[in-house]
């Protein structure tokens, strides 16, 4: 069975650097099949695509925060890892990673992790 | 960006009983839509991919329909563990991924 499990700190200032990273067990991160992704929710708003990254070092991110992100893979610690830079109150989400699997119509997330709040002040 | 609308945005129901849950979009995606449930606390789960095809281990009272921009998720006979909040994704590869606002279903 697939688990991830973010990690990272609760709390970030503004203008500062949120950085999470992800936990991958009972899979390998090595395999071409999947993509490594991370998703937000904002408080009362609807989840939203962030970005994945791939074995081969293919990136996606999403273009409203293509600036200010970084994903990155870590094969030999089987993580991976989120970096959005000068943050704001607005990416105060909760946030969750998740693998994501490929069909004929495109790529979804089958295994998710819980979840962590990242809380952004000023 | 395609919009994902769901409903109801709430739907009670008692165990035994069945559910179904709506996923419109403002395009065309074919079968580019999955199901997933979220419990609080929980890591949320992949139920329908492709519209209608369960992932492996969910059973078959769960069963998804629809293509092109109308999808359904039905659940019948209502377990406990089933009550929770529902989202369905639309992941079709010309377009970015977007989420419906979710569904909770609750213990009438």
């Known amino acids: 069975q697939v688990q991830l499990q973010e990690s990272g700190p609760a709390l970030v200032k503004t203008s500062e650097t949120l950085s999470l990273s992800c936990s991958v067990s009972?899979?390998?991160?090595?395999?071409?099949?999947?993509?490594w992704s991370w998703f937000r929710q904002p408080p009362g708003r609807t989840l939203e695509f962030i970005g994945s990254?791939?074995?081969?070092?293919?990136?996606n991110y999403s273009p409203s925060l293509r600036s200010r992100v970084t994903i990155s893979l870590d094969t030999t610690q089987t993580l991976f890892s989120l970096r959005l830079t000068s943050a704001t109150t607005a990416d105060t989400a909760v946030y969750y990673c998740?693998?994501?699997?490929?069909?004929?119509?495109?790529?979804?997330?089958?295994?998710w992790g819980q979840g962590t709040l990242v809380t952004v002040f000023s | 960006e395609i919009v994902v609308t769901q409903s109801p945005a709430t739907l009670s129901v008692s165990p035994g009983g069945s559910a179904t849950l709506s996923c419109r979009t403002t395009?065309?995606?074919?079968?580019?839509l999955a199901w997933y449930q979220h419990r609080t606390g929980q890591a949320p789960r992949l139920l329908i991919y492709?519209?209608?095809t369960r992932a492996a281990g969910v059973p078959p009272r769960f069963s998804g329909s629809g293509s092109g921009t109308a999808f359904t998720l039905s659940i019948s006979n209502l377990q406990p563990d089933d009550f929770g909040v529902y989202f369905c994704?639309?992941?079709?590869?010309?377009?970015?991924?977007?989420f419906g606002q979710g569904t909770k279903l609750e213990i009438k």
């Open positions: 994704l639309q992941y079709e590869k010309y377009f970015p991924s977007t």
């Open positions: 492709a519209a209608d």
């Open positions: 395009q065309f995606i074919s079968r580019a």
């Open positions: 009972g899979g390998s991160v090595r395999s071409g099949y999947f993509y």
């Open positions: 990254v791939s074995v081969n070092g293919n990136t």
């Open positions: 998740a693998r994501q699997r490929g069909d004929t119509f495109g790529s979804y997330p089958d295994y």
